[in-house]
């Protein structure tokens, strides 16, 4: 049996992670500058190295996060999709928060591989097809939210908001 809302902590992770991402995704200068110095065999200062850090231990924090999620996904369950959504889009829907969360892990784990361990290929992944794709599914997923709020006026936004 499903449950009605999201569970308080649910919707912790879910507000608190959707923060560090748009943080993560919008300010990416650090990094990018650190990785320019790299590259060039220019020398990097404390203060570069700080900076870069920043988008790296928030990229963890969200792996991190993640996998918190994905445990209480399992262990609490999600409410039921909304019945006045047509079938096709429940199953977009559903296809779209599993992309989300192979992102929340894959986004994080190839940063982990471009800046730790100097995988180029994976920096590549990671800041071009990666990031465009969270942007088109971060896209939808608000979409798809917004819809539901205002079109169909469903409780689907209220479930992760005030868990109603």
């Not at 569970?7 to 990785?35: C, K």
């Not at 920043?54 to 409410?79: K, S």
């Not at 079938?87 to 192979?102: C, D, F, N, S, W």
Request: aromatic share 10%; net charge positive.
């Amino acid at each position: 049996m499903s449950p009605l809302s999201y569970s308080v902590p649910q919707r912790i992770l879910h507000w608190g992670m959707a923060l560090l991402i748009l943080f993560n995704l919008l300010f990416t200068d650090g990094m990018e500058h650190w990785y320019r110095l790299v590259r060039r065999g220019q020398p990097v200062t404390p203060d570069d190295v700080a900076s870069a850090n920043i988008h790296a231990y928030v990229g963890i924090a969200i792996l991190v996060l993640a996998a918190l999620r994905l445990g209480l996904r399992f262990v609490q369950g999600v409410p039921a999709a909304s019945e006045v959504e047509p079938a096709p889009l429940r199953l977009l829907a559903h296809i779209t928060h599993g992309l989300l969360y192979v992102l929340l892990f894959a986004m994080p784990l190839a940063g982990i591989g471009a800046y730790y361990f100097g995988n180029t290929t994976a920096g590549f992944v990671h800041a071009g097809v990666l990031k465009i794709l969270l942007w088109l599914l971060l896209g939808a997923h608000v979409a798809g939210a917004l819809v539901h709020q205002f079109i169909w006026k469903t409780d689907v936004l209220a479930r992760m908001t005030r868990g109603v």
